[in-house]
Nanobody, 119 residues
Framework: VQVAESGGALVQAGGSLRLSCKTS???????????MGWYRQTPGKEREWVGM???????NYADSVKGRFTISRDNAKRTMYLQMNSLKPEDAAVYYC???????????WGQGTQVTVSS
């Protein structure tokens, strides 16, 4: 199982970005039941949970991003997305995706993608 984030960039405050989390090594039946999440981390701080997307497509978000960020998944592409709108300077971080499969007993992380927000 491999996981790779992409889509990070420099964006002005108020702008939008869509991050992608592309995976490989999952068959559809396993991918469909995986639990997925996004996290972010800034230097000197602990990794922070941003939100999650359950296998039943329920979502939960941290209060700091609720109403601005949306997580979705494309089963056919084995890819998860994080749509970020109304970005704020405090959203700047390295963003990581996490894919947990109970069926495989795996907990997979990508290498992260940098999001920079200028004020």
């Amino acid at each position: 199982v491999q996981v790779a984030e992409s889509g990070g960039a420099l964006v002005q405050a108020g702008g939008s970005l869509r991050l992608s989390c592309k995976t490989s090594g999952f068959i559809l039946s396993v991918w469909s039941t995986a639990e997925m999440g996004w996290y972010r981390q800034t230097p000197g701080k602990e990794r922070e949970w941003v939100g999650m997307l359950g296998s039943d497509r329920t979502t939960n978000y941290a209060d700091s991003v609720k109403g601005r960020f949306t997580i979705s998944r494309d089963n056919a592409k084995r890819t998860m997305y994080l749509q970020m709108n109304s970005l704020k300077p405090e959203d700047a971080a390295v963003y990581y995706c996490n894919i947990r499969s109970e069926q495989l007993g795996t907990d997979s992380w990508g290498q992260g993608t940098q999001v920079t927000v200028s004020s």
